[in-house]
């Protein structure tokens, strides 16, 4: 199976703040990783598809990049309702697998 | 509009089996897989399979072979996921989720604890 290695952890931020997390695949999986924020007590959302592409409906500020065994996930300008856990995702081959989160929590 | 309404909290015995439910709407079944995903307390989300909502074709995780059992009932855009010898190390909330390469739309999810 792939592992994806999803950094940091956590993350203290503000309101404002450009955010930055990382996603490292064992192998190779082109442009096949997704990104989704989960709330608590809700379903993740998805909010990048296929590295780079935003989801119909998600604000300007998320974005992604990143081939093959690196990728980066942003959110340039912090809001409050941001705040969540992000979980990267290959869908390159089978079984799909997960990142183990980076959780955004107030400085 | 899609949705995916998924049945509600199970409290089973350990050794007993479930089966989950995720009605569809809103899209043509036949036309999609459907993934089905575990989350246990505070962790990470695993893949536990999915299956092709037109002929019921299934691929599941080696990890949960033999736990879950994945099918569908076109007649009412419905997939099901049982889950046979559960045990504690099966409670978690379950989620099914629409796929074509990514996980689009998301169900509500299902709580399954397993206590005696």
């Known amino acids: 199976d792939i592992v994806m290695t999803q950094s940091p952890t956590s993350m203290s931020i503000s309101v404002g703040d450009r955010v930055t997390m990382n996603c490292k695949a064992s192998q190779n999986v082109g442009s096949n990783v997704d990104w989704y924020q989960q709330k608590t007590g809700q379903s993740p959302k998805l909010l990048i598809y296929?590295?780079?592409n935003r989801y119909t409906g998600v604000p300007d500020r998320f974005t992604g990049s990143g081939s093959g065994t690196d990728f980066t996930f942003t959110i340039s300008n912090m809001q409050a309702e941001d705040l969540a856990v992000y979980y990267c995702?290959?869908?390159?081959?089978?079984?799909?697998?997960f990142g183990a989160g980076t959780k955004l929590e107030l400085k | 509009e899609v949705q995916l309404q998924q049945s509600g909290a199970e409290l089973v015995k350990p050794g007993a089996s479930v089966k989950l439910s995720c009605k569809t709407s809103g899209y043509t079944f036949s036309n999609y897989y459907m993934s089905w995903l575990k989350q246990m307390p505070g962790q990470n989300i695993e893949w536990i399979g999915n299956i092709y909502g037109g002929n019921g074709g299934t691929g599941y995780n080696q990890k949960f072979k033999g736990k879950a059992t994945l099918t569908v009932d076109k007649s009412s855009s419905t997939a099901y996921m049982d889950l046979s010898s559960l045990t504690s190390e099966d409670s978690a909330v379950y989620f099914c989720a629409r796929q074509r390469g990514s996980l689009a739309y998301w169900g509500q999810g299902t709580l399954v604890t397993v206590s005696s």
């Open positions: 296929k590295a780079s």
């Open positions: 995702m290959q869908s390159n081959s089978y079984p799909y697998t």
